[in-house]
């Protein structure tokens, strides 16, 4: 059953999201993500979530927020003025239809800690009674990741690595490309091989 807390942090989450998108700041929108991922994470810790909330909170709320200020110190701090201002009266719709659909699907799921949820059931009790015993690791969570998912968790490591160096040589390459104008200037092979025109008001 959701509690009084958890309905706060998901007005939280709209709030932020909404301010997220609608700001002209990026630098703001960027703090305001950051909320949202800090927030987020709170409420994985509260569904006794914890790898997932940690997770969240130093990858959404850390890393991607220092990407973020990274790209626009090396950018620009406005995002530019949107055009075409009709396509808010299709997406808004579109939102509201979504936000209505997980709503409906959310009210069938069964209660939090309901030991005869179908994700209680399965494979679920197989890790819990045998975790032990296949990895001699007394901490479940640890032998999920590191252990029986050790290959996806280094899937998802890669992933954050490669986004990572992706983030750094886009920005390496738009500062080179700023300092390139402020440069001297070069004269052109063309013009070199010419050589330079000669006066015709001067005679032999």
């Known amino acids: 059953m959701i509690i009084p807390l958890d309905l706060l942090i998901f007005l939280v989450l709209i709030i932020t ?3 997220a998108l609608s700001t002209k700041d990026l630098l703001a929108a960027v703090a ?3 909320t949202y991922s ?3 994470a709170i409420l994985f810790a509260g569904m ?3 790898d997932v909330a940690i997770v969240e909170a130093a990858l959404g709320a850390g890393l991607t927020g220092i990407l973020f200020i990274a790209a626009i110190m090396t950018t620009t701090r406005r995002s530019n003025p949107r055009l075409e201002v009709r396509r808010r009266y299709v997406v808004t719709p579109l939102i509201v239809v979504v936000i ?3 709503l409906y699907a959310s ?3 069964p209660d939090r800690g309901d030991p005869d949820a179908p994700a209680q059931q399965g494979i679920s009790v197989e890790y819990l009674t045998r975790s032990k015993d296949d990895t001699n690791t007394p901490n479940v969570v640890t032998a999920l ?5 050790s290959m996806d968790t280094l899937g998802e490591t890669l992933v954050i690595l490669t986004a990572a160096m ?6 390496l390459r738009r500062r080179r490309e700023d300092e390139e104008p402020g440069g001297p200037p070069t004269a052109s092979p063309s013009a070199e091989a010419v050589g330079p025109d000669p006066d015709p008001e001067v005679g032999p």
């Open 100 to 102: 209505g659909l997980l």
């Open 107 to 109: 009210s069938g799921l």
């Open 17 to 19: 999201a909404v301010l």
């Open 38 to 40: 800090l927030f987020t």
């Open 145 to 149: 990741l590191a252990d029986y998912r």
């Open 48 to 50: 006794a979530a914890v």
């Open 166 to 171: 992706s983030s750094v040589l886009v920005l």
């Open 32 to 34: 305001l993500l950051a």
